[in-house]
C-alpha cells in the first residue's frame, strides 16, 4: 500500500470511554482528547506500513446539530494530521452554497447544477462522489509531482557512473553532442559562406569591442561633474552571427521578424519573435507589413489612435477643407 485515503467520523457521535474507564460525552474536552488518540493511533498504524496517509475532512450536512459536530470532528482530525505529518483535505466549504449553508444541489465536474447530496442531507449520491473525489485526486497529484521533482537529483559518483545510471544525464549527454555537432555544421557554413566580415574579423565572428563615453552632468553643488560610462560589446560567435542574420541567397532578402514582448502578472516578461509571410504571386518578393505597424497592434495593443480618413464617420476636424465641403453640398444636392 502506498497511499491511504480516510473518511470517516460522521457516525462517531457516541459517548466513549475515557482510558479510567468514565463516560464521557460527545463534543467535550475528554471527548475530543479520547477521539484525538483513537485517530493517532489509525495513522500511526498506516505509516508504519510506509504508506503516504490523506484524511478527508467531513462536508457540510443539513441538520445544525449534526453540522455543529462535524466542524468539531473537522477541527479534530485537522490537529491531529497536523501533529502526524499527514496531509488533511478541507472538503467542508465545497459541497456549501455562496453564503455557505447546505444545499443539495450545486455544480459537478463540468459546471452543470446536478443533485450532489441524498434526501437524509449527509450521504452524497454517485456525482457528489465524483466531486469529492476530484478534490482528493488533485491534492494527490501535486504530491506526486513534488517529489518526482525532489528526487531528480544529481547521483554521487563520477560523470561516466551518472551517465550510465541516470536517464536524465544520459539525456543531458546526447543533447550536449547534438548540440556540438550542431556548432561546428554552423561554423561550416559560415567559413563557406562569409569570406569576412563587415569589421574585418574572420569566420562572421565579431571581436569585443568596449567603448567609453564622458557625460556632464551637474552635481548637487552646481558644479560641473564628468562621468565616464563603458559600453560593454561582448564577442559574437560565427554561428550566432549566422542565425541572426538569416544567411541567404542575396537575390532574395532575409526577412527579419518583430519580437512583441508582454509583461505577465509576477513580473515575468515574455517575448514573442513573428516573422511576416510573403504574399504570394508577383508580390512574392516583398514583405508584408510588420505585425507591430498593423492597424490591430497599434490600436488594440499599444492603444494608438489611427488618422482618420476624409469624409468617415470618425472624421471630427473642422472646419472641412474646401473639397469636403464641395462634396458634402454636391451629395445634398443630389438628395434633393
Same mark, same amino acid.
Given at each position: ?7 470517516? &467520523? ?17 463534543? =467535550? @474536552? ?18 508504519? =506500513? ?14 445544525? *446539530? ?8 473537522? =477541527? ?10 499527514? !496531509?488533511?483535505?478541507? %472538503?467542508?466549504?465545497?459541497?456549501? @452554497? ?7 444541489? &450545486? ?11 441524498? /434526501? ?6 454517485? %456525482? ?8 482528493? /485526486?488533485?491534492?494527490?497529484?501535486? *504530491? ?14 563520477? /560523470? ?18 547534438? +548540440?556540438?555537432?550542431?556548432? +561546428?555544421?554552423?561554423?561550416? %557554413? ?10 574585418? +574579423? ?8 568596449? =567603448? ?33 542574420a538569416r544567411q541567404q541567397s542575396p537575390d532574395r532578402p532575409a526577412q527579419l521578424g518583430d519580437t512583441i514582448s508582454e509583461t505577465l502578472p509576477g513580473g515575468v516578461t515574455v517575448m514573442s519573435s513573428i516573422t511576416p509571410a510573403l504574399t504570394a504571386g508577383s508580390q512574392a518578393q516583398r514583405r508584408r507589413?510588420?505585425? #507591430?505597424? +498593423? ?6 495593443? !499599444? ?17 472641412? #477643407? ?15
Amino acid at each position: 500500500m502506498h497511499i491511504a485515503i480516510l473518511m470517516l &467520523g460522521i457516525g462517531d457521535r457516541i459517548p466513549l470511554r475515557a482510558p479510567d474507564g468514565r463516560r464521557v460525552n460527545v463534543g =467535550s @474536552d475528554e471527548w475530543k482528547e479520547e477521539y484525538g488518540r483513537r485517530v493517532d493511533r489509525v495513522i500511526r498504524a498506516l505509516k508504519r =506500513s510506509g504508506a503516504a496517509v490523506y484524511w478527508v475532512g467531513l462536508p457540510i450536512v443539513r441538520r445544525p *446539530d449534526m453540522d455543529e459536530d462535524v466542524r468539531m470532528l473537522n =477541527s479534530v482530525f485537522r490537529e491531529r494530521a497536523l501533529l502526524n505529518n499527514v !496531509k488533511f483535505i478541507d %472538503v467542508y466549504d465545497t459541497f456549501a @452554497d455562496e453564503a455557505g449553508h447546505f444545499t443539495q444541489y &450545486g455544480p459537478d465536474l463540468t459546471g452543470k447544477q446536478r443533485l450532489l447530496r441524498a /434526501e437524509d442531507g449527509v450521504a452524497l449520491t454517485t %456525482v457528489g462522489n465524483r466531486k469529492l473525489a476530484y478534490f482528493v /485526486e488533485r491534492e494527490i497529484k501535486r *504530491d506526486l509531482t513534488q517529489a518526482k521533482n525532489e528526487r531528480d537529483i544529481p547521483l554521487a559518483g563520477s /560523470e561516466a557512473e551518472q551517465r550510465r545510471i541516470s536517464p536524465k544525464a544520459q539525456q543531458e549527454e546526447a543533447a550536449k553532442q547534438q +548540440s556540438n555537432e550542431q556548432g +561546428s555544421g554552423w561554423a561550416a %557554413v559560415v567559413e563557406r559562406g562569409s569570406k569576412a566580415s563587415p569589421n574585418g +574579423s574572420s569566420g562572421g565572428a565579431l571581436k569585443a569591442d568596449n =567603448s567609453k563615453i564622458k557625460l556632464k552632468t551637474r552635481g548637487n553643488s552646481g558644479k560641473e561633474e564628468e562621468t565616464t560610462i563603458e559600453i560593454l560589446r561582448p564577442a559574437i560567435p560565427a554561428s550566432v552571427v549566422a542565425i541572426i542574420a538569416r544567411q541567404q541567397s542575396p537575390d532574395r532578402p532575409a526577412q527579419l521578424g518583430d519580437t512583441i514582448s508582454e509583461t505577465l502578472p509576477g513580473g515575468v516578461t515574455v517575448m514573442s519573435s513573428i516573422t511576416p509571410a510573403l504574399t504570394a504571386g508577383s508580390q512574392a518578393q516583398r514583405r508584408r507589413l510588420a505585425p #507591430t505597424q +498593423s492597424p490591430f497592434f497599434k490600436v488594440l495593443v !499599444k492603444g494608438e489612435r489611427l488618422p482618420p480618413k476624409p469624409g468617415r464617420a470618425d472624421d471630427f476636424r473642422w472646419p472641412p #477643407t474646401e473639397a469636403e465641403r464641395a462634396e458634402t453640398l454636391g451629395k445634398e444636392a443630389g438628395r434633393g
